[in-house]
């Protein structure tokens, strides 16, 4: 051990002892800790929302806003929006994936479809336009507290005289 070098303290000529590996650990676990808190600060573990999109060259477009990752027993934001400036048929339908709704406790779409249909692979909701340039639908929805794990997703947009438009999207669900 060296001895201290405060000379004329009533320390003097007493040896310091070694780092300890206690206090090398304690240093980087403080160091974590305060990593986690001032990223849950900033938010970075909160709720995010996320846009998909895609268009078809022509001037229509789609989008989805979604929650990349979410909690159990929290409101989940989910919005489609279907624009076309040269104006949308009377009737849209938006193919969705049936599985990506399976952790949700729903609530309803707004506006809500005039009809459903459901095949083996995917849940066609039928909408009236009245012939505007824009269709918005949300879905009001929670993740149920018991679910566990997450799901991918999809929306489509049937038209049998265009190209269909199609997102693809996924969710988290963190404890």
Do not use: C, K
């Not at 989805?64 to 989910?78: I, K, M």
């Not at 309803?108 to 479809?113: D, G, L, S, T, V």
Request: aromatic share 8%; no cysteine; proline share 7%.
């Amino acid at each position: 051990m060296a001895p201290s070098r405060a000379e004329g303290s009533t320390t003097a000529g007493v040896p310091l002892a070694p780092r300890r590996r206690s206090v090398v650990v304690r240093g980087i676990a403080t160091a974590a800790l305060a990593a986690f808190v001032l990223a849950g600060a900033t938010g970075l573990f909160g709720e995010r929302v996320a846009v998909v999109r895609a268009d078809d060259g022509e001037g229509r477009s789609l989008a989805v806003t979604y929650a990349p990752v979410v909690r159990g027993g929290l409101d989940v934001p989910w919005r489609v929006e279907l624009e076309d400036p040269r104006g949308l048929p009377d009737e849209v339908v938006l193919a969705v994936d049936p599985a990506y709704f399976q952790m949700f406790e729903s609530q309803r779409f707004y506006p809500e479809p005039a009809a459903e249909a459901r095949d083996g692979e995917t849940w066609q909701l039928t909408f009236d336009t009245t012939g505007g340039t824009s269709l918005v639908v949300e879905f009001d929805a929670y993740v149920q507290p018991r679910f566990t794990g997450g799901r991918t997703g999809s929306v489509t947009v049937v038209d049998g005289s265009r190209p269909h438009l199609a997102v693809h999207f996924s969710t988290a669900l963190m404890p």
